[in-house]
């Protein structure tokens, strides 16, 4: 752009063309502002389109009105976005070219400069008198050029006929392929073999390992350790109310009437004086009473004292104190005794962390905490067993703002916790169990689980710190001569049942069997080809109680 005109919000259309007339430059820009008198009429655009045209210029609207935007890309103006840019946001696009207008040709033959006139008669030609007329009016021959026509084709017709033998062939093959489909899905079959068994019971220890691979011969089983920490502050508002004022003291003198044996007060050591107790600041011993010129005379000693708690109610009168801690029939002979009032006393009762507000806190942030811990628990231990009485949970830090009893409006809790938990794979480690097991019973037999059995490892020790999980594995299971189901799975597939039937009565401790099919209205009953349809399962009988 060779010029950039500013215009105001409410400048009109006719100040707006003025300033393109004065313009003496060729490409004008007009930066206007969002929502500009300019900017709210189609009309006014296509106005100042069409005197830029008269006047020979080209113009461009600058603005980031979007409703402007929009009204200049309608009327054909290119749009930017701002005066930086190089690139309009919208472009118009050129002109379509008519392929049907009539394209004009000028074949008027040059005429050379100098011509040499024959001599002798002038013969005037018509033609060339009108091709000099249109030298003369520069009028171009005009020539038509038609668009050829093309007839237009007619559909062929669709032959019936031809269609029905394509299809019938297509439905009779889909219908045998649903039919094989159904052959090899639907028709399902389990095999109950019955064996002969025992109930058995046994405990084991074993140990599941973070570090160490599966390894039958000292019972340990891979396991993975999964460690997990997290903190959590938070802001917590005091609700206790304290007096924080001053405490009363003074200096009292202890006699010992009683005897003379010294007898020894430790700090803390409570005395009482008008129903307010009060405690020794330091240790003290009391001497033993003695004679003096034929008197006896008691054993003293200075101690000093301050009141239990603040305030002023404690600013007692000179007095006697009682020892507390001594028995009942001793409290007369050895006692305290104030020459003067104790001073110091005095309240000031303040707003402060009291320990239910501590508890309340740290409760709350130790419960958040565990769910969470849990939660991440659950997700990083997908697919493996989690014991709940296996996870350990830890108060690693715990830091507050204010104490309690500390004078506070609030405080801020800090806590960070860790979580502790030998995970594992479950059904493995029940086979494990097994394996350890069935290496004290005959090769010929083995231990297997039945409906109501169970393997229930119970938590000896968490060491942690070693990466190990020991337990003392109790095992409920049946045992009964060892029958391969995989194997006998695997022989009996494609097997019609009288075929399947002579093979399970060759195998050694089975004492029966059953075949359920599904569907049961299902025609052909033969045992399927693909393993996901068969399935083999062992019912124990137990051997009947002797009377």
Known sequence: MDEILYLEPDEEITSVIDKIKQSKAARLGLVVPREAT???????????????????????????????????????????????????????????????EIIEIDDTPSIPKEETKPQGVHVHHFQEREKEHRLKTKTPVKTEIAVP???????????????????????????????IGAFLILPKVNVRLRVQAES??????????????????????????????????????????????????????????????????????????????????????????????????????????EAEDAGEQYNVSAGRFTIVGLAAGNQEFIYGQSSKDLTGGFSKVAQVVSQDDYDKAKNKLTTELTDDLKSQLQVKATGQEILDNAIQIDLAEESTSAKVDSEAQD????????LQEMVFQRNDFDQFIISILEKQIPSTQMITLGANDTISPQIKEKKYDQSLLVFDVKVSAKISAKIDTEQVKSNLQGKNRQDATNYLSGLN????????????????KRIPNFARNLTVTLEYLEPEATQ
């Not at 011993?285 to 101690?303: D, M, N």
């Not at 405080?411 to 860790?418: G, Q, V």
Request: charged share 20%.
């Open 149 to 179: 026509w093309h007839p237009e084709k007619t559909p062929k017709e669709v032959d019936l006929k031809n269609l029905k033998k394509i299809i019938w062939p297509m439905v009779a093959l889909v219908i045998l392929l649903i039919l």
């Open 509 to 524: 401790g089975l004492s029966g069997s059953d075949f359920i099919y599904s569907p049961s209205w299902w025609p052909i």
């Open 411 to 418: 405080f801020t809790l800090k806590i960070k916790m860790r």
């Open 38 to 100: 300019l900017l709210q009429s189609v009309v006014n655009l296509r106005l100042l389109v069409k005197e830029a045209a008269n006047l020979g210029k080209e113009i461009a609207l600058i603005t980031s009105d979007k409703i402007g935007r929009n009204l200049a890309s309608k009327v054909g103006l290119p749009v930017f976005e701002s005066v930086k840019n190089q690139q309009p946001i919208y472009q118009p696009p050129p002109p379509a070219i008519n392929q049907e």
């Open 200 to 305: 058995f019971q046994k405990s084991v220890d074993a140990q599941v390992s973070g570090k160490d691979v599966t390894n039958l011969e000292n019972k340990t089983f891979s396991g993975t350790l999964i460690d997990l920490s997290q903190e959590k502050e938070e802001k917590f508002s005091t609700t206790g109310k304290k007096n924080l004022g001053g405490k009363a003291s003074g200096t009292i003198t202890i006699y010992n009437n009683l005897d003379n044996s010294n007898h020894n007060f430790s700090a803390g050591s409570k005395l009482s004086s008008s129903s307010k107790t009060f405690v020794l600041k330091n240790n003290v011993t009391i001497p033993g009473a003695g004679v003096q010129s034929g008197k006896a005379v008691p054993g003293t000693a200075s101690a000093e004292i």
